[in-house]
Antibody
Framework: EVQLVESGGGLVQVGGSLRLSCAASGFTFSGYWMSWVRQAPGKGLEWVAHIKTGGSENYYVDSVKGRFTISRDDGKKSLFLQMNSLRAEDTAVYYC???????????WGQGTLVTVSS | QSALTQPASVSGSPGQSIAISCTGTSSDVGGYNYVSWYQQHPGKAPKLMIYDVNNRPSGVSNRFSGSKSGNTASLTISGLQAEDEADYYCSSHTSTNTLVFGGGTKLTVL
């Protein structure tokens, strides 16, 4: 059974940093691209970033470029999102997702809440 | 990276069929057969319902189907049931190898 478990969310001040983690199990982690998707309170889904197998290529939504970094540790079957220079508009539930193929997030974690407060 | 356009809400009675549209551009929906649909119940994680325009993952009811014409994709739910009431999102691969979601549609089963 595919399982994705996020951690690391919490309350942080504007301008601060936070590192999210996602522990994967039930599939060959190294064989899949992985993603972060967020959802602001009461709003829709927004794709944030994804990382290629092996970590050689990363892609980001424009609003987080230069502030967020996605990375992975295939040995630990873990995905990370380093978030710097946080803004109030980054407040959201952040989901870890398996990027099954182009255009498809086929498995999702339960999410971790990040609250950026001034 | 503009969001795909979906209607804010749709509704239908039990047993009826409804369709939700998802409009993009030639750089996303129109350019690739990589459109997916997700169902999200309140407080829950999204669930993949359709991928590659018209394919269902194992375990998803055949009451859910997808299609695409030009820059617009559609999700059709037939034989509406109370448990279908949820938010639905489309997504598409883009020409810059990113992913874009639609704004979401709230389905109400009357």
């Amino acid at each position: 059974e595919v399982q994705l478990v996020e951690s690391g969310g919490g309350l942080v001040q504007v301008g601060g940093s936070l590192r999210l983690s996602c522990a994967a199990s039930g599939f060959t982690f190294s064989g899949y691209w992985m993603s972060w998707v967020r959802q602001a309170p009461g709003k829709g889904l927004e794709w944030v970033a994804h990382i290629k197998t092996g970590g050689s290529e990363n892609y980001y939504v424009d609003s987080v470029k230069g502030r967020f970094t996605i990375s992975r540790d295939d040995g630990k079957k873990s995905l990370f999102l380093q978030m710097n220079s946080l803004r109030a508009e980054d407040t959201a539930v952040y989901y870890c997702a398996r990027y099954g193929n182009w255009g498809r997030e086929d498995y999702w974690g339960q999410g971790t809440l990040v609250t950026v407060s001034s | 990276q503009s969001a795909l356009t979906q209607p804010a809400s749709v509704s239908g009675s039990p047993g009826q069929s409804i369709a939700i549209s998802c409009t993009g551009t030639s750089s996303d929906v129109g350019g690739y057969n990589y459109v997916s649909w997700y169902q999200q119940h309140p407080g829950k994680a999204p669930k993949l319902m359709i991928y590659d325009v018209n394919n269902r993952p194992s375990g998803v009811s055949n009451r859910f189907s997808g299609s695409k014409s030009g820059n617009t994709a559609s999700l059709t739910i037939s034989g509406l049931q109370a448990e279908d009431e949820a938010d639905y999102y489309c997504s598409s691969h883009t020409s810059t190898n990113t992913l874009v979601f639609g704004g979401g549609t709230k389905l109400t089963v009357l």
